[in-house]
Nanobody, 123 residues
Framework: QVQLVESGGGLAQAGDSLRLSCAASGLTIRSYTMAWFRQAPGKEREFVAA????????YYADSVKGRFTISRDNAKNTVYLQMSSLKPEDTALYYC????????????????WGQGTQVTVSS
C-alpha cells in the first residue's frame, strides 16, 4: 500500500522559512518524479515544484522560483520542500505527489497523493 505522509507545515510570518517533508512508503521514490502541489481555499490545486526521477533535475512554478527548493533523499525515501521568503499568498494546503512522467504541471498527471500539510503565512 502506497502512503505519502507530509509534515512540517504550520504558521509563519511573511519572510519566514519552513521545510516540508514527504515520507513515502510502499514505493521507491527513486523511480518516480516527486512533486509538490498546493491548494488554497476556493482555488484549484496548483503545481509548485517537481524533481525528476531520471536525473533529479528540479523545476518550479514561476510564483515560487528563487524562493522554494525541492530536494530528495532517495536513501530515506523522502522528498523535501524548503520554502523561504514566505508570502501570505503562499498560504495553502501543500500536497506531495508522485508521477512516472518526467515533466508534469498538472495534478491529473500524478498517481499517488498525500493528505497534505497546512501552511499559513501572515503578513
Amino acid at each position: 500500500q502506497v502512503q505519502l505522509v507530509e509534515s512540517g507545515g504550520g504558521l509563519a510570518q511573511a519572510g519566514d522559512s519552513l521545510r516540508l517533508s514527504c515520507a513515502a512508503s510502499g514505493l521507491t521514490i527513486r523511480s518516480y518524479t516527486m512533486a509538490w502541489f498546493r491548494q488554497a481555499p476556493g482555488k484549484e490545486r496548483e503545481f509548485v515544484a517537481a524533481s525528476r526521477w531520471s536525473d533529479g533535475i528540479a523545476y518550479y512554478a514561476d510564483s515560487v522560483k528563487g524562493r522554494f527548493t525541492i530536494s530528495r533523499d532517495n536513501a530515506k525515501n523522502t522528498v523535501y520542500l524548503q520554502m523561504s521568503s514566505l508570502k501570505p499568498e503562499d498560504t495553502a494546503l501543500y500536497y506531495c505527489a508522485t508521477s512516472r512522467l518526467l515533466s508534469l504541471r498538472s495534478a491529473g498527471q500524478c498517481d499517488y497523493w498525500g493528505q497534505g500539510t497546512q501552511v499559513t503565512v501572515s503578513s
